[in-house]
T-cell receptor
Framework: GAVVSQHPSWVICKSGTSVKIECRSL??????MFWYRQFPKQSLMLMAT?????????EQGVEKDKFLINHASLTLSTLTVTSAHPEDSSFYICSARQGVQSNQPQHFGDGTRLSIL | QKEVEQNSGPLSVPEGAIASLNCTYSDRGSQSFFWYRQYSGKSPELIMF????GDKEDGRFTAQLNKASQYVSLLIRDSQPSDSATYLC?????????????FGTGTQLKVEL
């Protein structure tokens, strides 16, 4: 149980392109999903918290106009990196929390490796 | 002081030995603690979570929590080469903006034949 699917796994695109990443909870409903970014040899950094039916909450330093988050259903959240540039190249990972209590574990998708040329 | 601290390692143990991974955290109000395993190039996988002081066992894994010392550890018994990975400690912190899961930088474990 608690499977989270993330697509695509890899994206390579030119600078200035917008990239959309999908995160789906396959066997449970996720009121809250999370988007993280991980640079090589570093830990996960939370970018934003996505709540179904409401606006996402962004961490300090994360541009909400550049990283658009939509959580339109209890099983799907999307992250769109708009006008991506080489410095946006990173490993983007979503997670979904099973249950409504904040202390429930988060389950992670397989991640999306984004490379901007 | 980092919110969640781990020794980056690598921690090398022989196959069959007990691997002990440690984590300290700064927020005394933290209530929930998680251990994730991350293989190179992959996303984290939940190993265990613990909420109360003491030990929690699941198969070869034991999580230990000491809130007074702000310390949480993960023991892996009968270590196998497949256990070689980076182990991330994560702590649920209560912030002004809501609860936030904060990760340590991870400890790299190498289990040698």
């Amino acid at each position: 149980g608690a499977v989270v699917s993330q697509h695509p796994s890899w994206v390579i695109c030119k600078s200035g392109t917008s990239v959309k990443i999908e995160c789906r909870s396959l066997d449970f409903q996720a009121t809250t999903m999370f988007w993280y970014r991980q640079f090589p040899k570093q830990s996960l950094m939370l970018m934003a918290t996505s709540n179904e039916g409401s606006k996402a909450t962004y961490e300090q330093g994360v541009e909400k106009d550049k990283f658009l988050i939509n959580h339109a259903s209890l099983t799907l959240s999307t992250l769109t990196v708009t006008s991506a540039h080489p410095e946006d190249s990173s490993f983007y990972i979503c997670s979904a929390r099973q249950g409504v209590q904040s202390n429930q574990p988060q389950h992670f998708g397989d991640g999306t490796r984004l490379s901007i040329l | 002081q980092k919110e969640v601290e781990q020794n980056s390692g690598p921690l090398s143990v022989p196959e069959g030995a007990i691997a002990s991974l440690n984590c300290t955290y700064s927020d005394r109000g933290s209530q929930s603690f998680f251990w994730y395993r991350q293989y190179s190039g992959k996303s984290p996988e939940l190993i265990m979570f613990i909420y109360s002081n003491g030990d929690k066992e699941d198969g070869r894994f034991t999580a230990q929590l000491n809130k007074a010392s702000q310390y949480v550890s993960l023991l892996i018994r009968d270590s196998q080469p497949s256990d070689s990975a980076t182990y991330l400690c994560a702590v649920l912190l209560l912030t002004g903006g809501g609860n936030k899961l904060t990760f340590g930088t991870g400890t790299q474990l190498k289990v040698e034949l």
